[in-house]
Each structure stands twice: as C-alpha cells, then as structure tokens.
C-alpha cells in the first residue's frame, strides 16, 4: 500500500504509474467522504485531505485522464453530499425508492461535470502547482452560483465556519476561504513529497488567518436591541398544502404567538400561511391590526400574488414572499433565486411521470422571480435584509441585501429534508453569511434549525429540531460595512485571474522528440 502511495505522489514517467483506475477509485472516495467536513459531522480536516487526494491523483496524468479523475471525484462529491435530496424526492415526491437514487446519482453526474472540466482545464493548460489548481478550484465554486442557474452547495469554505479559518470572511468572502484551504491541502501533498517551502506559504496563510481576527469591521449601533420571537410551528411537509390542513396550520401559528404580543419583532417562517394573500387577507388585517395595537411588528413568509404583473402577463404571478405589517413596519420581499425541482420544475409538462406529487403542490411549481436589489424591510426605523431559504446559499445576493441593513433575516422550511444533513449545511451557510457582512442573522424555519446568529458567525441561541416552539432572543443593530460587503467577490476572483495568467505564461513546454527532430 505504502508503494502505491508513493507511486502515486511520485513525478514519473506515464509508464511507471498506478493503473487509472487506482486514482479514480482514490478521488471517487475521496469526493464522498468530503461532506463528513461540513455539519452535522465538522470532521474539518477531511476538507483539507479531501482535495489533497485529489491533487495527488492528478499528478502526471493526462488531460483526458484528468478529466476522468476529476469526475469521480465530483461524482462522489455530490451524491453523498446531496443525497439528503433524498427524502424530499422518495417521501415527499412520491417517486419510488431505484428511481429516487437514480436521480440524485444523474444530479451528481450532472454536477461533476464542473470537477471534471477543472481537472481537465488544469492539466491541459497549467503547470502542476498549488498555485494553479487552487484558483481554478475558486472560479469552478464560484461557477457553481450561476451556471446551470446556480447550485452553490458543498464548498471547501464551510467546514471552516466557526473556526479559525473563517477570519478571512469578513474580508475576501467564502471563495477567499476556500482559496486558502485548497492552497493548504496542495501544500500537504507537496510537502510529504519533501518540496519543504510550501511550508512557509502555509505558516503565512495561518498567520494571516489570526492577524485578521484582530480587525474590526463593524460596531453595534448605540441603541436598544429588538426583542424578537421566531415561531416554529413544526407542520409536517405532507400536510402542509392540504386543504383540509390550512385552517389548523393557521391555528398552530396563531396560538404560538399569542403570548408573544407586545415584543418588538415576531416572526414566521416562510410558508407558514399556505396560501396566497388574495385568499387571506381578512385573517391578514386582524393580525396586522392586533400587531400594531400591540406595539409589534409582524413578519411572515407568504405566497403573494401580485395584480400588477398579473395583469400584465396574463397569468398569475406567484412570488415566495416575506412581507412586514403592524406597529412600525412595512415592506414586502420577493424571493429572487428559485430552486429547481423545488419551487419550479424545468420541462415539468415531460416530468410529470417521474414526479407526480410535485406537480400539483403550489410550493413545487409555478413561482416568479422577484426583482433584483429590492429594498429592505423596515422595522422599528431599522432596514432589516432578507432572504428566502435556498437564497443564502448564494454569497453576493446575500450581500447586496445586506448594504445599508442594521440586521439580516432569512426565513426557511426545510421540513423536505428533516432528519437528513440538509438543514444543518444550510445553517452552516447562514453563519457564513453572517460573519461575511459583519450582521445579525435570525433564523425562523418551520421544522427547524430556528437560530439567533451573532455577526461572528456564532450560534448565540436555536431552537429544537422538529418541535413547536417559539424562540426568544434580542437582535442589536449593527453599523459599518466588512470588507466583503463592500468589493463583493472580485478581489479573490481577481487575484486567481492573475495567478492563472501567470500559470499560463510559465507554464512548461512540450519538446519535440521525434524522429526528424533527433536527425
């Protein structure tokens, strides 16, 4: 074992190395145990060994090989990482358990895809240097925020939130993290093969990561924190929807929060009135009323219609909604990000037998897209920023939602994926985001994770999965802007443009070693 390891670490000629499929196997393995790195499990350091792997398997081997290498590595990334998928597939989508696998294992090929591009990318056109495969790995998570209309999940920056590594958030964002982190994985490999200088770009990026945590991006502002309650109704997925089930979704909510009068701020998750306004609003204005007599302001996730753009389209518009009333507060956000096979279903007319439950559910199918850079909600005369669920997941909205906000708020129902990793990687992005924009962040979800998030990242108070309960907490304000919130990705994403160049420019050149050439 220990000579194929060496073998493969080893710079050789073609001839001397280990079968390809030894390194697919490695990197196939590798990618799997990768989200083991990332909550529920924070085995942080397989995101180091992880991508260690990776870089190793790839070492002299051709572009064609690469490719394939890299697209095991990417298969077993996304399978096992996404496989929380899952539940909300077999349980909730109603398809059958063979034809649920193979879905998620057409999703991980799908997705592998961009492993197996970056691999083949790097070892066609780059020298062999952790300074080369670290900047591609940025640009390919940041390609995953939009391409194939974004699925940013599962990025090497995560396993680091809440420790040590995450100083660098506040200044160069996720992808900044995971730069470093992919340099210190490289840097192993390189050093168990006696290259002992990478140690020294090591120790700097460790340093720099405690140096940081000295610089002060933000203060609370000189005023009262809102007390705020976040209302879990823990409603199950399967009933949610059902008509017969509305009016008690109704009641459970109503009755949680009727000791919750007179606080600044009360909120509810989103679809926890499931249905659109058009079909409420009497129960809407009794609760904006008592809200206002009560000196709260009330903020709910809603499905809106929206008459405007109805009527201008002919159809109706529905919007995943946050939308703010009662005492001091007004506003209404639009969610802007969709999920795919979550909030609408792409060629669904061809889909329908392979997703039959989906189809008739108004969570699944048929949202709009709201507009980009709407205002805030306003609360209390502070500018609260939202997001909607899946929506944080995407690190420059998230920002922009945060200029010129005391605090941030997402509200979220991942009772699709209870019992399954799922939630807590999405909370985990939430502290993310967090500590990228130096804010608050309250979190109100329908089966949980409910959580008050300090501008650090930290978890400061959660609520227990799958319970009916309403957390309570105090949410300060916020002043002054990070870093990240103020130049968004580009530093990290430019500076991996300049190393590539640069990788491009010194890259080696093949010599022409045939036959005439030897004449």
């Known amino acids: 074992m220990r000579t194929s390891f060496n073998k493969l670490l080893k710079i050789s000629e073609q001839q001397e190395q280990l079968p390809l499929i030894y390194p697919l196997l490695i990197s196939l393995l ?31 081997r051709s572009p064609k090989h690469a490719a394939l290498i890299g697209w095991a590595y990417g298969f077993g990334l996304w399978f096992v990482g996404a496989f929380w998928l899952y539940t909300s597939i077999h349980i909730y989508g109603d398809t059958n ?23 083949w990318v790097y070892r066609r056109f780059f020298p062999e240097t952790p300074l080369t495969f670290a900047p591609l790995w940025v640009f390919f998570e940041w390609a995953k925020t939009w391409v194939f209309t974004g699925f940013p999940w599962l990025f090497a920056g995560y396993a680091f939130t809440e ?27 390189e050093i168990i093969q006696k290259r002992i200088f990478w140690i020294i770009p090591s120790a700097i990026l460790l340093i720099g990561a405690f140096a940081t945590s000295f610089i002060q991006f933000v203060t609370p502002k000189n005023e009262m924190p809102l007390s705020v ?73 809603i499905i809106y219609i929206d008459p405007k753009t109805s009527q201008q389209e002919n159809r109706l518009m ?22 795919p096979f979550g909030e609408y279903i792409p060629l669904s007319g061809l889909l329908a037998w392979v997703l039959p439950a989906m189809q008739n559910d108004p969570s699944m199918a048929g ?9 805030a909600l306003s609360i209390k005369n502070h500018k609260l920023g939202a997001a909607i669920c899946y929506e944080v997941a995407y690190p420059n909205l998230t920002r922009r ?62 609520a227990p999965m799958d319970e009916a309960i309403v957390l309570r907490g105090d949410l300060p304000a916020m002043q002054g802007e990070t870093l990240y919130t103020r130049l968004s990705d580009w ?29």
């Open 318 to 339: 529905y919007y995943n909604s946050i939308m703010a009333s009662g005492h001091e507060a007004e506003g209404l956000y639009k969610k802007q990000r969709l999920v």
């Open 97 to 119: 358990s063979a034809l649920s696998v193979l879905l998620i294992a057409l999703m991980a090929i799908t997705m592998g895809l961009f492993t197996a591009v970056q691999t």
């Open 491 to 519: 530093p990290v994403l430019i500076f991996s443009a300049l190393l590539l160049l640069l990788g491009l420019k010194f890259r080696p050149r093949k010599i022409n070693v045939s036959f005439k050439s030897r004449r």
């Open 30 to 60: 590798a990618g799997g145990v990768f989200s083991f790195a990332l909550a529920p499990y924070h085995y942080w350091w397989l995101a180091i060994l992880s991508p260690a792997l990776l870089y190793a398997t790839l070492r002299n």
């Open 163 to 189: 420790r040590f590594l995450d100083n660098y958030a506040p200044l160069f964002g996720i992808f900044g993290i995971s730069f470093v982190v992919i340099i210190l994985a490289c840097a192993l490999v």
């Open 229 to 301: 309650s976040l209302v879990q109704g823990n409603i199950p997925q399967d009933r949610k929807w059902l008509a017969e089930y509305q009016v008690k979704t109704l009641e459970i909510y109503t009755d949680l929060t009727s000791k919750e009068w007179g606080r600044d701020l009360i909120v509810w998750p989103e679809s926890s009135i499931p249905m659109p306004q058009t079909e409420i609003q009497p129960f809407l204005n009794s609760m904006a009323y008592q809200a206002k007599n009560m000196n709260s302001a009330w903020v709910t996730g």
């Open 401 to 462: 939602n945060a200029q010129n906000s005391d605090f941030l708020i997402t509200v979220s129902n991942d009772a699709w994926f209870t019992g399954t990793a799922g939630p807590q990687q999405h909370l985990q992005m939430v502290q993310m985001r967090a500590k990228e924009n130096g804010r608050w962040f309250i979190r109100a979800t329908n089966t949980g994770v409910t959580a008050f998030i300090n501008e650090q990242g930290q978890i400061v108070k959660r």
């Open 367 to 375: 949202f709009s897209r709201g507009d980009n850079n709407q205002h």
